[in-house]
């Protein structure tokens, strides 16, 4: 699957997400399909989950002069506060 098509892919999965989500939030469902929507949510939210891991493994950022990894929010604010 090249890049553009696993974006597009990957897209469709979260706007899928938010449909579910919200048809769950509405509350006037059986339980039946409830439970089945559940179930597909909770396949969209994995494969996102991974996607986005992924992703973040792959960034890079110039700090320093130097290409590091990618770091989280957290892990940033950890190393600001370290620093003088």
Not at 25 to 46: F, I, Q, T, V, W
């Amino acid at each position: 699957m090249d890049g553009t098509k696993e974006e597009n892919f990957f897209e469709e999965k979260m706007a899928r997400l938010q449909d579910i989500v919200s048809a769950l939030e509405a509350d006037d469902l059986p339980l039946e399909k409830s439970m089945s929507l559940y179930k597909e949510g909770l396949a969209c939210a994995h494969f996102c989950k991974e996607r986005l891991e992924k992703a973040r493994h792959e960034l890079t950022v110039w700090q320093d002069g130097e290409i590091r990894p990618f770091a989280l929010e957290k892990e940033a604010v950890d190393t600001a506060e370290e620093c003088p």
